[in-house]
């Protein structure tokens, strides 16, 4: 089992920036690649971005290229998710998952990952 927390959601006027963070424990959570996806209020939760397990690859939606950096610093359990240029439409609940194989490469796929955190709002205002 993998258990993960994300943090360092809010409010953010338009322009702006934040920086979540994914801490994990539990069975050796650096083996895992790990996602971030995001559900707004009625409508699917959709993938923002993947880092594999050694953090050398990372995947990202094309509406996020440019302005989201996702990184991951092993030696603490931690995965990033620099958004930078935040958009109102980029308002959501933020999910941080790990996959439900190790050694993974990442992948935009939800039905790849098995471990769920609970979630971190992030409101971007006009």
């Known amino acids: 089992q993998v258990q993960l927390v994300e943090s360092g959601g809010g409010l953010v006027q338009a322009g702006g920036s934040l920086r979540l963070s994914c801490t994990s424990s539990?069975?050796?959570?650096?083996?895992?690649?790990m996602g971030w996806f995001r559900q707004a209020p009625g409508k699917e939760r959709e993938f923002v971005a993947a880092?594999?397990?050694?953090?050398?690859?990372?995947i990202y939606a094309d509406s996020m290229k440019g302005r989201f950096t996702i990184s991951r610093a092993n030696a603490r359990n931690t995965v990033y998710l620099q958004m930078n240029s935040l958009k109102p439409e980029d308002t959501a609940v933020y999910y941080c998952?790990?996959?439900?194989?190790?050694w993974g490469l990442g992948s935009s796929q939800k039905n790849e990952y098995g471990y769920w955190g609970q979630g971190t709002q992030v409101t971007v205002s006009s």
């Open positions: 880092i594999s397990w050694s953090g050398s690859r990372a």
């Open positions: 998952a790990a996959e439900k194989d190790s």
């Open positions: 539990g069975r050796t959570p650096s083996r895992y690649a």
